[in-house]
């Protein structure tokens, strides 16, 4: 069964600083999985998927990751925190057979100025 | 484009009082669409699934129902609403013609308070 694992419930860094966010994930099979983004009392917004196309996956708002599959990680990065990114973020993976998605637990990030 | 819409936005409740939430999904033909409840400190739950018109999911026994009366609508609803109802419902959609099946793409969400 695929399951993912979001290893800190919260992340705190300041402006300009880098930020990442650690996810590792579960799978019988090459997966697909994702980041998602919510702000505040939002829906949620698809960051960046991976599809086994590419092991660096670029996404929306300077967001990156880097499927790993030695290391069966997912980590979602950027080089420079903005305030704007203060946020939840979600690592999801997708079950291959039913196409229903896994979520993460979430990991809170806040941005100090 | 498409386009995922949700209302109400917010909506307060007394226990025992019915529901009625819409999604409704733009520019797109025959979409999977879900519902997700999103309880404080408890993850995104899915609720309920729908691949086609009348063609309807549960994934949790509950009080709640879910219906799908045209393509691009999906409806949750509830006779008597419990206290544990409130949450932030999310809709969603995946798997139209051009886009892969496995993407999902979320609305605005609900906040239902029950009092």
């Known amino acids: 069964a695929q399951s993912v694992t979001q290893l800190d419930s919260h992340v705190s860094v300041s402006e300009g600083t880098p930020v990442l966010l650690r996810c590792n994930y579960s799978?019988?099979?090459?997966?697909?999985l994702f980041w998602y983004v919510q702000h505040p009392n939002k829906g949620l917004q698809l960051l960046l998927k991976?599809?086994?196309?590419?092991?660096l996956v670029k996404g929306i708002n300077g967001f990156e990751a880097e499927f790993k599959k030695s290391e069966t990680s997912f980590h979602l990065t950027k080089p420079s925190a903005h305030m704007s990114d203060a946020a939840e973020y979600f690592c999801?993976?997708?079950?291959?057979?039913?196409?229903?998605?896994?979520f993460g637990t979430g990991t809170l990030l806040a941005v100090q100025p | 484009s498409q386009t995922i819409h949700q209302w109400p936005a917010t909506l307060v409740q007394p226990v025992g009082s019915p529901l009625s939430l819409e999604c409704t999904v733009e520019g797109t033909s025959n979409p999977n669409l879900y519902w997700y409840r999103q309880a404080a400190g408890r993850g995104l739950q899915l609720l309920f699934y729908s691949v086609g018109i009348g063609q309807i999911s549960s994934e949790v026994p509950q009080n709640l129902s879910a219906s799908r009366p045209q393509d691009r609508q999906f409806i949750l609803s509830s006779k008597k609403l419990l206290l544990s109802d409130s949450g932030f419902y999310l809709c969603?959609?995946?798997?139209?013609?051009?886009?892969?099946?496995?993407?999902?793409?979320f609305g605005p969400g609900t906040r239902l308070t029950v009092l």
């Open positions: 991976y599809t086994s196309a590419a092991t």
């Open positions: 969603a959609w995946s798997g139209d013609s051009l886009l892969p099946a496995d993407t999902q793409y």
């Open positions: 999801v993976v997708s079950d291959g057979a039913t196409n229903k998605l896994i």
């Open positions: 799978s019988s099979y090459s997966p697909s």
